[in-house]
């Protein structure tokens, strides 16, 4: 598993940390060995016979579990996200491989609720034609989103969007600084009846204790439920047209049983559109919401 240690350093920003990767789509194009990872036929074997044991029986599963860990902590501080290809079977049941990945990814994160109801982990799939509608930019409410596609969408569509938050920060500030100063300014969200009684007030894009560009932002919510002016409502439209730009907006297709890992306060994400055909060969995605270790 090569290690790649060129990552472009965004060069506007001055301190900017070795964590800190404002990338662009043709980097990422250009360096999938940094966030992207193959897993063997023989090796998926091996983990998940562990992993649904929920317990290591020693010899080689732990050793491709340790490389796997290692490239998943690797990808997270160089990028915020991390594609593991074919990690586990979707052939299996959702229990089962709720419980698998519960058990791969323990020494990472922990499952948190996403709901009023409680649920650790929900399948995502189109309800009443919402798929064919393009889900714009977003973060969740949680520090790692994981995804893990059971079936991709029959037209190709419904690909995962990814974002840079030190990028996008950096090209308002050169761009747009008056757009930036509001952007770095509390926002309301309410959040309530998705995930019980919440209001959240946070800048959409700010500085973290370790020096990153944080983000928080969820287009739909904050121009719901905000009192905006003019100027915000052009702050929002002008960030919303920098996070579509071509060189910003990366398109990741997931294949079945691939594992996504994103972390929320550095990269935003959304979806394309698709349209499904009905029954088996629908798209679905095992979602899960995690806070790290």
Same mark, same amino acid.
Not at 218 to 238: E, G, K, M, P
């Given at each position: 598993?090569?290690?790649?240690?060129?990552?472009?350093?965004?060069?506007?920003?001055?301190g900017?940390?070795a964590?800190?990767?404002?990338?662009?789509s043709?980097?990422?194009?250009?360096?999938?060995? *940094?966030?992207?990872?193959?897993?063997?036929d023989?090796?998926?074997r091996?983990?998940w016979?562990d992993a649904?044991?929920?317990?290591?029986?020693g010899?080689?599963?732990?050793?491709?579990y340790a490389?796997?860990r290692a490239?998943?902590?690797?990808?997270?501080?160089?990028?915020g996200f991390?594609?593991v290809?074919g990690?586990?079977?979707?052939?299996?049941?959702?229990?089962?491989?709720?419980?698998a990945?519960?058990f791969?990814l323990?020494?990472?994160?922990?499952?948190?609720p996403?709901n009023?109801?409680?649920?650790?982990w929900?399948?995502?799939r189109?309800r009443d034609?919402?798929?064919?509608?393009?889900?714009g930019?977003?973060c969740?409410?949680c520090?790692?989103?994981?995804l893990l596609?059971?079936?991709?969408?029959?037209d190709g569509?419904g690909t995962?969007?990814?974002?840079s938050?030190r990028?996008?920060?950096?090209?308002?500030?050169?761009e747009?600084p008056d757009v930036?100063?509001?952007?770095k300014?509390?926002w309301?969200?309410?959040r309530?009846?998705?995930?019980?009684?919440?209001i959240?007030?946070?800048?959409?894009?700010?500085?973290q204790?370790?020096?990153?560009v944080?983000?928080?932002y969820?287009t739909r919510?904050?121009?719901a439920? @905000?009192?905006l002016?003019?100027?915000?409502?052009?702050?929002?439209?002008?960030l919303?047209? *920098?996070?579509?730009r071509?060189?910003i907006a990366?398109?990741?297709?997931? @294949?079945a049983g691939?594992?996504l890992?994103?972390r929320?306060?550095?990269v935003l994400?959304g979806?394309?559109?698709?349209?499904?055909?009905?029954?088996?060969e629908a798209?679905?995605?095992l979602?899960a919401?995690?806070?790290?270790?």
């Amino acid at each position: 598993m090569p290690e790649r240690t060129d990552h472009p350093m965004t060069e506007t920003t001055p301190g900017a940390t070795a964590r800190d990767v404002g990338w662009t789509s043709e980097y990422l194009e250009s360096a999938r060995e *940094v966030w992207s990872l193959p897993i063997t036929d023989e090796d998926r074997r091996l983990l998940w016979t562990d992993a649904l044991a929920e317990r290591w029986g020693g010899g080689e599963a732990e050793k491709v579990y340790a490389a796997v860990r290692a490239f998943i902590g690797r990808s997270l501080d160089a990028v915020g996200f991390v594609n593991v290809r074919g990690l586990l079977s979707p052939a299996a049941s959702d229990a089962d491989l709720s419980t698998a990945l519960s058990f791969l990814l323990a020494e990472v994160a922990g499952p948190v609720p996403q709901n009023a109801q409680g649920d650790l982990w929900t399948v995502l799939r189109d309800r009443d034609g919402d798929g064919a509608t393009e889900l714009g930019f977003h973060c969740d409410t949680c520090d790692l989103l994981v995804l893990l596609c059971l079936q991709p969408a029959a037209d190709g569509g419904g690909t995962t969007k990814l974002a840079s938050a030190r990028h996008v920060h950096d090209i308002i500030e050169r761009e747009r600084p008056d757009v930036l100063a509001l952007l770095k300014e509390e926002w309301r969200y309410d959040r309530t009846g998705r995930a019980g009684q919440q209001i959240l007030l946070t800048p959409i894009l700010f500085t973290q204790d370790d020096g990153t560009v944080g983000c928080y932002y969820q287009t739909r919510t904050v121009r719901a439920s @905000a009192d905006l002016d003019a100027r915000h409502i052009d702050a929002l439209d002008y960030l919303d047209a *920098v996070l579509y730009r071509p060189e910003i907006a990366f398109g990741l297709p997931l @294949a079945a049983g691939d594992l996504l890992m994103i972390r929320n306060s550095r990269v935003l994400h959304g979806r394309s559109p698709y349209v499904d055909t009905p029954g088996p060969e629908a798209r679905r995605i095992l979602r899960a919401w995690m806070d790290e270790r």
